[in-house]
């Protein structure tokens, strides 16, 4: 990859999602030409760094290059405008499926007659747009908020002179994976409306057959648990999952709005997996985050044998053991290839000459 091309990639960072291919063709084709040109006067070759650097200086900074295209926006400044379009373009869909799967488990169970379905239908339009509404806007208050109340995010003229040959410190390793950490916010998020809003969701459903299931269930449906499967231990935890997972959503979004991995990045992502490994291991270590036993399942009429409940309460319990046990795994995983990649890029000191 030459010097354009790293310098197309910085200021894509910024473009939108609709003409983006035609702007960058004609960034490309107009640099080619401003590089060919200063070769003819100089006398250089046209592929000569200094001369090309020369050129991406003088042509300025990728950011605002790209703003130039992107016109002003308000709300949110254009720092953070290009992370924020991409958010809302992978969580809405999501959000929207969702809420679908909610109405569907909403409806189950209920008698709906040939009339009535009407105005069904519209319950269910209204919810979606509904979620249309409240996820865009959760997020665009997100952003302004961050925007106005965090210096790091504002987007206000700086006197930083921009530096052609900071291109050459821009290598695929040290590159961010956005996808990756939108889906992580989104998970993040999807995680603290269930378990700090709607926790009852999480139970048994279960049928006069003696079948049964466990996941999200409506507690007004037909067969449900009435109460949330997790224990009263767990929601001692919750402020502190809370917090690591507001920090997580605050760093994620600060490392989308950079683009790049740098040494504070992968200390502060190495801090936080060593935050989530020291709070998986002490519920781990804790009392059960499972508050169904066999007497209190007996007890609510679950359709099934002792032996059989005995049975789901152990899954139940070692189910959540396990998942705390891969969190940790996959936690110190991250946090040893952080740790890796600080000393692989780390050089060493200049021997001063005798």
């Given at each position: 990859m030459n010097l354009i091309d790293i310098y197309l990639s910085e200021v894509e960072r910024y473009l939108p999602w609709k003409g983006r291919a035609d702007i960058q063709a004609e960034l490309r084709s107009t640099l080619e030409d401003l590089v060919e040109e200063r070769a003819r006067q100089?006398?250089?070759?046209?592929?000569?760094e200094d001369l090309v650097l020369q050129v991406l200086e003088e042509y300025g900074d990728p950011e605002k290059v790209a703003?130039?295209?992107?016109?002003?926006?308000?709300?949110?400044?254009?720092?953070?405008?290009?992370?924020?379009?991409?958010?809302?373009?992978?969580?809405?869909?999501?959000?929207?499926?969702?809420?679908?799967?909610?109405?569907?488990v909403s409806l189950t169970g209920l008698q709906v007659e040939a009339r009535e379905l009407p105005a069904v239908i519209g319950a269910v339009l209204g919810n979606l747009i509904g979620a249309v509404i409240t996820?865009?806007?959760?997020?665009?208050?997100?952003?302004?908020?961050?925007?106005r109340f965090v210096p790091e995010f504002r987007s206000k003229p700086t006197e930083k002179t921009w530096e052609a040959r900071s291109l050459l410190k821009v290598s695929p390793p040290d590159r961010v994976k956005p996808v990756e950490l939108i889906v992580e916010i989104l998970l993040i998020i999807v995680g603290l409306v269930?378990?700090?809003?709607?926790?009852?969701?999480?139970n048994i459903g279960y049928s006069n057959?003696?079948?049964?299931?466990?996941g999200l269930v409506a507690v007004n449906a037909a067969h449900a648990w009435e109460r949330s499967l997790l224990s009263e231990v767990f929601f001692r935890y919750l402020p502190y999952l809370n917090l690591l997972w507001g920090a997580t959503i605050v760093f994620d979004i600060l490392l989308l709005q950079r683009g790049r991995w740098e040494?504070?990045?992968?200390?502060?992502?190495?801090g936080l997996k060593a935050l989530g490994i020291v709070l998986a291991a002490v519920m781990l270590a804790g009392?059960?985050?499972?508050?169904?036993?066999?007497?209190s399942l007996q007890a609510a009429g679950?359709?099934?044998?002792?032996?059989?409940?005995?049975?789901?309460?152990?899954?139940?319990?070692?189910?959540?053991?396990?998942?705390?046990?891969l969190a940790i795994l996959f936690n110190g995983l991250d946090a040893v290839k952080a740790m890796l990649r600080l000393f692989r890029d780390r050089k060493p000191a200049a021997v001063p000459r005798a």
């Open positions: 100089s006398g250089q070759a046209a592929d000569n703003r130039s295209y992107r016109g002003e926006q308000y709300l949110i400044g254009p720092r953070l405008y290009p992370v924020f379009e991409k958010i809302v373009w992978i969580v809405l869909p999501i959000m929207l499926v969702l809420s679908l799967i909610g109405a569907v996820t865009v806007g959760s997020i665009a208050v997100i952003f302004a908020i961050l925007e269930i378990f700090n809003f709607f926790p009852q969701l999480i057959n003696g079948s049964w299931w466990i040494v504070w990045s992968r200390w502060s992502l190495i009392p059960s985050l499972i508050g169904v036993t066999v007497e679950f359709p099934a044998d002792e032996e059989a409940i005995r049975s789901l309460v152990i899954i139940l319990n070692q189910g959540v053991r396990l998942a705390l046990i």
